[in-house]
C-alpha cells in the first residue's frame, strides 16, 4: 500500500474499521419504528380527512421521498466524482458515500405511493383540470401520464444499476483486493455522470417543476441537483464526525479530510444560490406571466416566512460560518453545520413542492400532517441507513489509495 503510514495495519484493524453488529441497532430500529408510525398518522389523517388533507399528506410525503432520493442521488454522484478525478485522499471517506447511494432501492419502494396516487398532485394528470388549456396542450407531448411511467421506470433503471455495480466493485475489492476494479469504477463513472446529470434533472423537471405545469424553467434541474449534492455532501461529513466520536476510524478519517469535505460543503452552498438566484434573477427580468407566477406564489404572506427563513438558513448562515479555515477544520462546528444544512435542505424541497396544493384556487396553510407525512420516510431512510452502515468494514480496506488517504495533508 503506497504512502501508508507505520501503523497502518493497527489502524485497519477490525477494532478500527467495523461496528459490531448490534451497534446502533436500538436507535435505527427506533427511527424505523417512529418512521412506520408517522406514516400510518399521515395514512389515517389522509383517509379520515377531504380532498385537500389528502393532497396535503401526499405533497408532504413527496417531499420527504424527494430529500431521501437526492441523498442518494447526491451520494452517487460524489462517489463517481471522486473516482473519475482519482481522488486518494478520499479512499477513507467514500464507504459512507457508498452505504448512502446504495440505499436506492428503498427510495424506489417510497416512489410507489407517489407513483399510485400522483393525480391528487400532479395536476396535469387531471383531463378535467387541463380542458381548453392551451399550455398544458402545447406541453402535453411531453407531459402525458404512461410516458410520465416510462421516464420514471427509465431514471429507476438507470440508477439501480449504476449503484449497484459501483457499490458492488466496492465491497468485492474488500475481499479480492483486486487493483483493477478501482479502474473499472473510474471508468464506469466516466460514462455514469453523463448519465446521472441527465436522469436527475430530468426527473427534477417530472417530480418537482411539473406540480406547477404551467411554469417551466431550464434552470430548475441544475437547481435540484445543486441542492441534493451540497446535502449529502453534509450528510458524509455528519455520519463520519458521529463515527470517529463512536470511536472507531481513528486515524482514517482526520481533520484533514472534514476541511477537504467542509470546503465542499461550503462550495456547494455558493453554487446552490448562485443557481437560485440566477434562476430569479432571469425570470424577474423576463417578467413573463406563466414563469413569475411560481415566484409569486411563495410571496405570499403564508409563505413569504419560508422564502426569507431559505435564504438565510441555505446560503448566509453557513457561507458565514464555513468561510473561516480553522471553522472548516473543526469537528464541532462542521457537525452542526451539516445537521444545519440537512435541515434547510429539507425546507427547500418543501417550499417547492408544497405550495402547489390548492382548494378552489386557494392556498392551504401547513398542518401537523405535514410534519408526518414528511418525516415518515425521512426516518425510515435513516434508521435503515444506520444498520447499512453497521453491516460492512467502515472503509473499502484494500482500496489501492488507502495509503494515501492516511497520510492525506491539507495546505489550503
Given at each position: 500500500m503506497a504512502h501508508a503510514p507505520a501503523n497502518a495495519a493497527a489502524l485497519l484493524?477490525?477494532?478500527?474499521?467495523?461496528l459490531a453488529r448490534d451497534a446502533?441497532?436500538?436507535?435505527?430500529?427506533?427511527?424505523?419504528?417512529?418512521?412506520?408510525?408517522?406514516?400510518?398518522?399521515?395514512?389515517?389523517?389522509?383517509?379520515?380527512?377531504?380532498?385537500?388533507?389528502?393532497?396535503?399528506?401526499?405533497?408532504?410525503?413527496?417531499?420527504?421521498?424527494?430529500?431521501?432520493?437526492?441523498?442518494?442521488?447526491?451520494?452517487?454522484?460524489?462517489?463517481?466524482?471522486?473516482?473519475?478525478?482519482?481522488?486518494?485522499?478520499?479512499?477513507?471517506?467514500?464507504?459512507?458515500?457508498?452505504?448512502?447511494?446504495?440505499l436506492m432501492p428503498l427510495c424506489l419502494a417510497f416512489f410507489v405511493p407517489v407513483a399510485v396516487f400522483a393525480p391528487l398532485i400532479?395536476?396535469?394528470?387531471?383531463?378535467?383540470?387541463?380542458?381548453?388549456?392551451?399550455?398544458?396542450?402545447?406541453?402535453?407531448?411531453?407531459?402525458?401520464?404512461?410516458?410520465?411511467?416510462?421516464?420514471?421506470?427509465?431514471?429507476?433503471?438507470?440508477?439501480?444499476?449504476?449503484?449497484?455495480?459501483?457499490?458492488?466493485?466496492?465491497?468485492?475489492?474488500?475481499?479480492?483486493?483486486d487493483r483493477f476494479r478501482t479502474a473499472k469504477a473510474r471508468r464506469m463513472s466516466s460514462y455514469g455522470l453523463l448519465i446521472m446529470a441527465l436522469t436527475a434533472a430530468f426527473a427534477g423537471f417530472d417530480w418537482m417543476m411539473s406540480l406547477d405545469y404551467h411554469w417551466f424553467s431550464t434552470m430548475f434541474g441544475v437547481y435540484f441537483f445543486a441542492g441534493f449534492i451540497g446535502a449529502a455532501t453534509s450528510l458524509c461529513a455528519l455520519l463520519l464526525i458521529l463515527l470517529r466520536n463512536a470511536g472507531v476510524m481513528e486515524g482514517l478519517v482526520t481533520r484533514e479530510h472534514l476541511h477537504d469535505l467542509g470546503k465542499l460543503m461550503f462550495g456547494f452552498t455558493v453554487f446552490w444560490a448562485y443557481i437560485g438566484f440566477s434562476q430569479y434573477f432571469l425570470i424577474w427580468y423576463g417578467n413573463i406571466p406563466e414563469e413569475t407566477m411560481?415566484?409569486?406564489?411563495?410571496?405570499?404572506?403564508?409563505?413569504?416566512?419560508?422564502?426569507?427563513?431559505?435564504?438565510?438558513?441555505?446560503?448566509?448562515?453557513?457561507?458565514?460560518?464555513?468561510?473561516?479555515?480553522?471553522?472548516?477544520?473543526?469537528?464541532?462546528?462542521?457537525?452542526?453545520?451539516?445537521?444545519?444544512?440537512?435541515?434547510?435542505?429539507?425546507?427547500?424541497?418543501?417550499?417547492?413542492?408544497?405550495?402547489?396544493?390548492?382548494?378552489?384556487?386557494?392556498?392551504?396553510?401547513?398542518?401537523?400532517?405535514?410534519?408526518?407525512?414528511m418525516a415518515g420516510p425521512i426516518l425510515i431512510f435513516f434508521g435503515v441507513l444506520a444498520m447499512r452502515i453497521a453491516s460492512?468494514?467502515?472503509?473499502?480496506?484494500?482500496?489501492?489509495?488507502?495509503?494515501?488517504?492516511?497520510?492525506?495533508?491539507?495546505?489550503?
Open positions: 484493524s477490525p477494532a478500527n474499521t467495523t446502533g441497532r436500538l436507535p435505527a430500529i427506533g427511527l424505523v419504528v417512529l418512521g412506520v408510525a408517522a406514516l400510518a398518522i399521515a395514512v389515517a389523517g389522509a383517509i379520515l380527512g377531504d380532498d385537500t388533507a389528502k393532497k396535503v399528506a401526499l405533497a408532504s410525503y413527496h417531499a420527504g421521498f424527494l430529500f431521501t432520493l437526492g441523498l442518494s442521488l447526491g451520494s452517487m454522484i460524489l462517489v463517481m466524482i471522486l473516482h473519475q478525478v482519482n481522488a486518494g485522499w478520499s479512499a477513507t471517506v467514500r464507504r459512507q458515500l457508498e452505504n448512502v447511494m446504495s400532479f395536476h396535469w394528470m387531471d383531463p378535467h383540470h387541463t380542458a381548453g388549456d392551451v399550455i398544458y396542450d402545447a406541453k402535453s407531448a411531453y407531459l402525458n401520464t404512461p410516458f410520465f411511467y416510462v421516464r420514471a421506470a427509465a431514471y429507476f433503471a438507470a440508477w439501480l444499476i449504476l449503484s449497484r455495480m459501483l457499490d458492488r466493485h466496492s465491497v468485492r475489492q474488500d475481499a479480492d483486493g411560481w415566484f409569486q406564489t411563495r410571496r405570499t404572506d403564508l409563505w413569504m416566512p419560508y422564502s426569507v427563513a431559505l435564504a438565510f438558513g441555505r446560503f448566509i448562515v453557513p457561507f458565514l460560518i464555513l468561510m473561516p479555515r480553522p471553522w472548516r477544520r473543526s469537528p464541532l462546528v462542521l457537525g452542526v453545520m451539516a445537521v444545519w444544512i440537512l435541515g434547510f435542505h429539507a425546507l427547500d424541497t418543501y417550499w417547492v413542492v408544497r405550495p402547489t396544493v390548492e382548494t378552489a384556487g386557494a392556498e392551504v396553510a401547513p398542518t401537523w400532517l405535514d410534519i408526518v407525512a460492512r468494514p467502515l472503509v473499502p480496506l484494500k482500496d489501492p489509495r488507502l495509503g494515501e488517504a492516511m497520510v492525506h495533508k491539507n495546505y489550503v
